[in-house]
């Protein structure tokens, strides 16, 4: 059921902030949902969906990660790294550290592609796998890697990378 719906007239131009606006009301409602103990990150589309809200209009690559508990419920959505347009320093340990931290079975990934292209980069693909082995020493599954360019997403799951 909608609360609070409204039709936008696509040919009147919105303001910037008004944009902002929607945006943060979006994921402030997507937020509730997930944070509820029912709700847990098993629709890709429903992950893809919710990062790129997060990651719209970041002009600096930043790399967060999802940390779930075993049945794959959010506990906590984080930051750890941010760059430059094209690049961030991802440190393996940082990230195994969090995992610690909020007690995680598994993480999701992500990081945003400025240049609007989600395909991933070979350093993309290495710092995949080195997150991966990091984690699985500690036994966090790394149930996903996405990458957001734009409004498209590129899932490292649901093409065999992981």
Known sequence: MVKDAFIVNPKRKSSPMKEQEIIDQALSI????LNKPEHHMTQPADTAAYLRLQFAG???EAFRVMFLNSQHGLIKFEELFQGTIDGAAVYPREVVKAAINFNAAAVILSHNHPSGVAE???ADRRIT???SAALALIDVRVLDHVIVGGDETYSFAQHGLI
């Open 30 to 33: 997507l937020e509730k949902r």
């Open 58 to 60: 970041l002009e600096r």
């Open 120 to 122: 991933p980069s070979s």
């Open 129 to 131: 796998e080195r997150l």
